[in-house]
Protein backbone atom coordinates (compact mmCIF):
# COMPACT_ATOMS: atom_id res chain seq x y z
CA UNK A 1 0.00 0.00 0.00
CA UNK A 2 1.23 3.34 -1.04
CA UNK A 3 -0.03 7.06 -0.36
CA UNK A 4 2.10 9.80 -2.40
CA UNK A 5 0.91 13.10 -1.38
CA UNK A 6 1.61 16.09 -3.58
CA UNK A 7 0.58 19.59 -4.31
CA UNK A 8 2.30 21.56 -0.88
CA UNK A 9 4.32 24.88 -1.73
CA UNK A 10 4.63 28.52 0.13
CA UNK A 11 1.63 30.87 0.04
CA UNK A 12 1.09 34.22 1.34
CA UNK A 13 -1.96 34.66 4.14
CA UNK A 14 -5.27 34.53 1.76
CA UNK A 15 -3.89 32.37 -0.63
CA UNK A 16 -4.82 28.73 -1.85
CA UNK A 17 -3.22 25.47 -2.30
CA UNK A 18 -4.81 22.27 -3.55
CA UNK A 19 -3.21 18.95 -2.22
CA UNK A 20 -3.50 15.56 -3.89
CA UNK A 21 -3.08 12.07 -2.45
CA UNK A 22 -2.41 9.10 -5.02
CA UNK A 23 -2.88 6.14 -3.51
CA UNK A 24 -2.40 2.61 -4.54
CA UNK A 25 -2.32 -1.17 -3.37
CA UNK A 26 -5.82 -0.32 -1.67
CA UNK A 27 -9.25 1.08 -3.04
CA UNK A 28 -9.59 4.00 -1.07
CA UNK A 29 -13.59 4.34 -2.17
CA UNK A 30 -14.24 1.57 0.14
CA UNK A 31 -11.83 3.46 2.94
CA UNK A 32 -12.43 6.41 5.31
CA UNK A 33 -9.35 8.38 4.14
CA UNK A 34 -8.23 11.52 5.82
CA UNK A 35 -5.45 14.35 5.86
CA UNK A 36 -3.89 15.26 9.05
CA UNK A 37 -1.15 17.97 9.75
CA UNK A 38 1.82 18.89 12.06
CA UNK A 39 3.18 21.53 12.62
CA UNK A 40 7.23 21.97 13.88
CA UNK A 41 7.62 20.49 17.56
CA UNK A 42 3.59 19.54 17.49
CA UNK A 43 1.47 16.51 17.96
CA UNK A 44 -0.07 15.57 14.49
CA UNK A 45 -3.68 16.97 13.92
CA UNK A 46 -6.61 15.97 11.93
CA UNK A 47 -7.89 18.02 9.23
CA UNK A 48 -10.42 16.60 7.51
CA UNK A 49 -11.94 12.86 6.40
CA UNK A 50 -14.34 11.29 3.79
CA UNK A 51 -16.24 8.11 4.15
CA UNK A 52 -17.11 5.57 1.51
CA UNK A 53 -20.71 7.49 0.85
CA UNK A 54 -18.46 10.97 0.56
CA UNK A 55 -19.60 12.04 3.79
CA UNK A 56 -16.98 14.61 5.04
CA UNK A 57 -16.01 15.62 8.72
CA UNK A 58 -13.92 19.08 9.46
CA UNK A 59 -12.11 20.27 12.47
CA UNK A 60 -13.68 23.45 13.38
CA UNK A 61 -10.67 25.82 11.91
CA UNK A 62 -10.81 24.81 8.90
CA UNK A 63 -14.47 24.19 8.41
CA UNK A 64 -15.64 26.83 5.80
CA UNK A 65 -11.86 26.88 4.07
CA UNK A 66 -11.24 23.84 3.17
CA UNK A 67 -12.79 21.31 1.02
CA UNK A 68 -12.04 17.11 1.33
CA UNK A 69 -13.07 14.93 -1.96
CA UNK A 70 -12.18 11.85 -3.68
CA UNK A 71 -11.72 11.25 -7.38
CA UNK A 72 -12.70 7.12 -7.37
CA UNK A 73 -11.91 5.96 -10.87
CA UNK A 74 -8.52 7.72 -10.10
CA UNK A 75 -7.89 6.53 -6.36
CA UNK A 76 -7.22 9.84 -5.20
CA UNK A 77 -8.27 12.01 -2.33
CA UNK A 78 -8.21 15.60 -2.28
CA UNK A 79 -8.00 18.71 0.22
CA UNK A 80 -8.57 22.17 -1.47
CA UNK A 81 -7.47 24.78 0.97
CA UNK A 82 -8.27 28.22 0.82
CA UNK A 83 -7.82 31.44 2.67
CA UNK A 84 -4.91 29.73 4.19
CA UNK A 85 -3.74 31.34 7.68
CA UNK A 86 0.14 31.12 9.32
CA UNK A 87 -1.61 28.50 11.53
CA UNK A 88 -2.12 26.28 8.48
CA UNK A 89 1.53 25.83 8.37
CA UNK A 90 2.54 21.59 8.81
CA UNK A 91 3.32 18.88 7.04
CA UNK A 92 0.00 17.24 5.58
CA UNK A 93 -0.25 14.03 5.36
CA UNK A 94 -3.16 11.85 3.70
CA UNK A 95 -4.17 8.20 5.60
CA UNK A 96 -6.01 5.70 4.93
CA UNK A 97 -8.53 4.03 7.96
CA UNK A 98 -9.45 0.26 8.64
CA UNK A 99 -12.72 1.11 7.92
CA UNK A 100 -15.33 2.37 5.83
CA UNK A 101 -16.76 4.82 7.87
CA UNK A 102 -15.45 7.82 9.37
CA UNK A 103 -15.83 6.83 13.47
CA UNK A 104 -13.63 9.46 14.68
CA UNK A 105 -10.48 11.48 13.80
CA UNK A 106 -8.46 9.46 16.00
CA UNK A 107 -4.68 8.59 14.87
CA UNK A 108 -5.00 5.06 15.91
CA UNK A 109 -8.26 4.49 13.14
CA UNK A 110 -5.77 5.28 10.28
CA UNK A 111 -3.51 1.86 9.20
CA UNK A 112 -1.75 3.97 5.86
CA UNK A 113 -0.12 7.09 5.84
CA UNK A 114 2.12 8.83 3.70
CA UNK A 115 4.94 10.65 3.45
CA UNK A 116 3.84 14.40 3.94
CA UNK A 117 3.75 17.33 1.68
CA UNK A 118 4.62 20.53 3.20
CA UNK A 119 2.55 23.65 3.27
CA UNK A 120 3.89 27.30 4.57
CA UNK A 121 1.87 30.31 5.01
CA UNK A 122 3.58 33.71 5.20
CA UNK A 123 2.35 36.75 6.32
Known amino acids: VRLVESGGGSVQVGGSLRLACVVSGLTSSNRCVGWFRQAPGKERQPVANIDVNNIAQYVDSVKGRFTVSKDNPKNTLYLQMNSLKPEDTGMYYC??????????????????WGQGTQVTVSS
Open 95 to 112: AAATFSRCYSFAISDYEH
